[in-house]
């Protein structure tokens, strides 16, 4: 399903799609689609990332605790 969508470029932004869109002779929708999508990717990607840094901050206190407990095991042996 398509949505429509009223949008509000800047005039050197939209002067310089329009020069691109011309040379690589794409629809200037279909590059703004492709433009849109490739930057959720980015966004997602850089979301993921900063989650799993947080949660790997979270987890790295008990790993390191559960690693004192198996060197204690190695010591007693």
């Known amino acids: 399903m398509?949505?429509?969508l009223s949008l509000k470029l800047e005039d050197?932004?939209?002067q310089e799609t329009e020069k691109i869109v011309t040379k690589i002779k794409k629809n200037?929708?279909?590059y703004i689609n492709e433009a849109i999508e490739f930057y959720n990717r980015l966004?997602?990607?850089r979301?993921?990332?900063k989650q799993?840094?947080?949660e790997s901050k979270i987890v790295a206190k008990d790993s390191?605790?559960?690693l004192a407990e198996f060197?204690?095991?190695n010591d007693e042996d």
């Open 12 to 14: 050197n932004i939209f």
């Open 43 to 45: 966004h997602k990607r």
């Open 2 to 4: 398509k949505k429509n």
């Open 28 to 30: 200037r929708n279909r």
């Open 52 to 54: 799993m840094s947080k």
């Open 71 to 73: 060197e204690k095991l």
């Open 47 to 49: 979301l993921l990332s």
């Open 64 to 66: 390191l605790k559960v």
